[in-house]
């Protein structure tokens, strides 16, 4: 089966059918396979009226036992539901952000506003108490409120105990935090 879209087939693909949830099935007329059109993105999912719930909670900073006990869904559950809200903000995001790519889109003029926060993180190991800041910077449309970023200084893959040695083999244990090599910072 040769894999053409559905918009693009004309009179390739047939309606065959629906399936137990209620999804468009399509058979090819070349080659007699059956498949599925696209699903609701709540598929599979027994309560998908707690959504609403869910993520109102979530805005609202609610702790996740709250969540649990305010929903009656399992702790699973409200796990699962996060993980889709999560899918569908990104999907809603990724719409709204490919207009940006259009050729003929024209960026309206706006006024941004720039902001950077700062996160105090607890330690991360007994042996090492130190608290550990992380710096975020946010850049926000000031008439539509949209938030372009929020960008964290936060690699995943950085070993600590791998940048301390090459900072001691370079000599910067006996720098001052925040200077480059230079008694001024201008380094």
């Given amino acids: 089966m040769r894999e053409v879209p559905l918009s693009q087939a004309g009179s390739q693909y047939i309606a065959f059918g629906k399936t137990s949830s209620g999804t468009q099935r399509y058979r090819c007329l070349e080659c007699k396979k ?32 709250r969540i649990v006990e305010t929903t009656t869904l399992s702790p699973q559950a409200v796990y699962d539901k996060m993980e889709f809200i999560y899918k569908q903000c990104r999907l809603y995001s990724g719409a709204r952000e490919a207009k940006l ?16 926060q700062y996160y105090l993180i607890n330690w991360l190991k ?32 950085a070993i600590a105990s791998e940048i301390e040695a090459a900072a001691a083999a370079a000599g910067d244990a006996h720098l001052t935090p925040g200077l480059s090599g230079s008694t001024h910072g201008f380094g």
Avoid: C
């Fill in 34 to 65: 059956t498949f599925t059109g696209a699903q609701k993105p709540t598929s599979g999912q027994r309560r998908p009226e707690k959504n609403r719930d869910v993520f109102i909670l979530m805005v609202n900073r609610v702790p996740l036992s």
């Fill in 101 to 116: 790519l259009e050729s003929d889109f024209i960026l309206p003029k706006m006024y941004v506003a720039v902001d950077r």
């Fill in 126 to 157: 007994r042996d090492d108490r130190r608290a550990v800041q992380l710096n975020a910077i946010a850049t926000a449309d000031l008439k539509s409120g949209y938030v372009f970023g929020m960008h964290l200084n936060f690699d995943e893959s």
